[in-house]
Each structure stands twice: as C-alpha cells, then as structure tokens.
C-alpha cells in the first residue's frame, strides 16, 4: 500500500489545478468500481467500507487506484446481507438510509460510490462553500440539472478529453445518479455499475435521485 500513499490521495489529485486527463480519470473510476466490486461479491466475507471519499481512494503514479482505511468497514457472515450500526462516513457521501435507521447494506457504498464519480467527472468536490452560483454548490443536484438541460459541457468546462467523449460522459453521469438514489432498491450492484462502466449493459434514463426525499 506504501507505493500508493507516495503518490497520495483521489482528492489531492482532483482538486488541485493540475487535474488528471479525462482518460485518466475514467481510469480511475474503473479502478474504485473494481475494487468495491471485489469488497462486496468476492471476498470470502462481504465487506461494506462504509466511508468511500477521495482522501480513501490511493493512487499511484500510474493512477491506479486502490481503497484505503477500512477502520469504518463493516464485515457482513455469509448468511448476512444487511447490519444495523451507528451511523458512520462522511458528510456528502453517507447515504440516507443511515439517517432513517434502516438496515444499512452494500448500497451505501453504491451511493458513496455514486458522488465520487461525479467529483471524478467533474474535477470538484460534492460540497463546494466558495460556489459564486448558488445552485452549484452541491454538485450532486447542479450535475442532475445539467443533465437534464442537456448542459453537459458546464460540468467540465474546457476539458476537451471529456467533451469529445461526450456519450461516455453522459453514460457515467447516468449511472452515477442511479447510484445516488434515494431509494437503495434502485441503486444497481456493484457488478451491475462495472458492467454500464464497461457499455456491456445498457443504462436507462435515471430518475432524478432526490424524488424520495422531497416527497418525505
């Protein structure tokens, strides 16, 4: 793991002026999609992280990325699929279900998942404090009214890898507000988020991720 933390973190890397390239970027998605895949299907216990942001996602000098800080992790015996804790993460990518004391499952890290790839997309935190634009200061409803405006090209500004790449930058937006659902029925599997990653499985239209909560 030492190689990785020479390197450091997702979120010294993204949030700095000298960002990662858009190919780079879908790299590292990959990467993260791949890992949390691993935590929760092939593991020979299924293991919920819990606490997915940037400061836990190490990269290397190839940007190859690996999960780090386990120390909220969650492991679940084999004839468990879901636990009832505390609440535990990070604001901005703590799913709602810890707030309403449901049984928490491998979905809060699909939505912490979810969160993290619109920062990956979009070079920004889910939080932004010094937002000029009001309606940009949580990135997670500003990247949803783009989409929905068909304004993709305001998510990345003048990243020409990723506007010349424009249906996969649709395509993972898509699947990132399938991940940030509400509702943790409707968000896929990890397995399910690789494959749409990969194109090897079509992604429907989303529905907008805050529906749930507006009409609570």
């Known amino acids: 793991m030492y190689e990785f933390m020479s390197t450091g973190s997702l979120s010294s890397s993204i949030f700095q002026d000298a960002k990662p390239g858009w190919k780079k970027r879908i790299q590292i998605a990959f990467g993260v999609a791949r890992g949390l895949l691993y935590l929760h299907e092939e593991c020979s216990n299924q293991i919920i992280h819990c606490d997915i942001k940037p400061q836990n996602i190490l990269l290397d000098e190839y940007c190859n990325a690996r999960i780090s800080d386990f120390g909220l992790a969650k492991?679940?015996?084999?004839?468990?699929?879901?636990?009832?804790?505390?609440?535990?993460?990070?604001?901005?990518?703590?799913?709602?279900?810890w707030f309403r004391n449901f049984p928490v499952t491998?979905?809060?890290?699909?939505?912490?998942?979810?969160?993290?790839?619109?920062?990956?997309?979009?070079?920004?935190?889910?939080?932004?404090?010094?937002?000029?634009?009001?309606?940009?200061?949580?990135?997670?409803?500003?990247?949803?009214?783009?989409?929905?405006?068909?304004?993709?090209?305001?998510?990345?500004?003048?990243?020409?890898?990723?506007?010349?790449?424009?249906?996969?930058?649709?395509?993972?937006?898509?699947?990132?507000?399938?991940?940030?659902?509400?509702?943790?029925?409707?968000?896929?599997?990890?397995?399910?988020?690789?494959?749409?990653?990969?194109?090897?499985?079509?992604?429907?239209?989303?529905?907008?991720?805050c529906l749930l909560y507006a009409a609570s």
């Open 75 to 97: 492991l679940l015996l084999l004839d468990q699929s879901q636990a009832r804790t505390a609440i535990r993460g990070t604001k901005g990518y703590v799913a709602t279900e």
């Open 106 to 209: 491998v979905k809060v890290d699909v939505y912490s998942y979810g969160v993290l790839l619109l920062e990956i997309i979009c070079c920004r935190r889910n939080v932004e404090s010094k937002a000029t634009i009001e309606e940009q200061a949580i990135l997670t409803d500003w990247a949803y009214d783009c989409y929905r405006e068909g304004t993709l090209d305001a998510l990345v500004g003048s990243d020409t890898g990723a506007l010349d790449d424009i249906e996969k930058l649709e395509r993972f937006l898509m699947i990132a507000f399938w991940c940030i659902q509400e509702d943790p029925s409707l968000r896929p599997t990890m397995r399910k988020v690789t494959q749409m990653l990969e194109g090897v499985v079509e992604v429907p239209v989303p529905p907008c991720p």
